[in-house]
């Protein structure tokens, strides 16, 4: 028999985390795994609706999304679980592997002017908002370490994607032939 979607649990405001502690929907912990929800359903949107060029990207991008969801469920589970600390959800490996990429296409791209302002190309546009939401994320994830416990590989790895993110975003804008607009601070 399949099953409700809805369950009727969170109609006053409060949701359960893994393990079955219930908190505020508005709780630091719900906020930064909602945030990386977030950005999962950006990067499904950048998959999915853009010309994906670049070897590997499409797979890239799906292991990404997989990793948010290991991101997002670590950040559910409620820390005096003891399942919370025993499961590598993310490894240094992973982090390597984010960076691997950034490097790769960084490599193709001329250095850097200044502060580019977001926008281009459709898919350079979504890198940019995709950029913008893992930043926030990566706030709500800092507040949340100052009252709980949050792995440093979370806090790089999301630190490692925001940058993955601004480099996609360039990597497309220059290999697409769309100007990269600088910054322009005395602008009339």
């Given at each position: 028999m399949k099953s409700k979607i809805y369950t009727l649990t969170g109609d006053k405001g409060t949701t359960s985390l893994v393990g079955g502690k219930r908190v505020s929907k508005d709780d630091l912990r719900v906020?930064?795994?909602?945030?990386?929800?977030?950005?999962?359903?950006?990067?499904?949107?950048?998959?999915?609706?853009?010309?994906?060029d670049y070897p590997g990207m499409h797979a890239m991008l799906r292991k990404i999304q997989n990793k948010l969801f290991n991101i997002g469920s670590y950040l559910a589970t409620d820390p005096a679980d003891p399942k919370h600390g025993a499961i590598k959800w993310i490894t240094e490996a992973d982090i390597k592997e984010l960076e691997a990429k950034i490097d790769e296409m960084d490599d193709e791209l001329p250095p850097l002017k200044g502060f580019i302002l977001p926008g281009g190309s459709r898919l350079s546009s979504l890198c940019g908002i995709a950029r913008t939401?893992?930043?926030?994320?990566?706030r709500r994830i800092v507040a949340l370490s100052k009252r709980d416990k949050v792995s440093s590989s979370v806090l790089k790895y999301v630190n490692r994607l925001s940058d993955f993110f601004f480099v996609f975003a360039r990597f497309n804008?220059?290999?697409n032939q769309f100007e990269e607009n600088y910054w322009q601070k005395n602008c009339e």
């Open positions: 906020e930064a795994y909602g945030t990386i929800d977030e950005v999962n359903s950006w990067v499904g949107l950048i998959a999915h609706n853009s010309k994906l939401v893992t930043r926030r994320a990566e804008n220059i290999h």
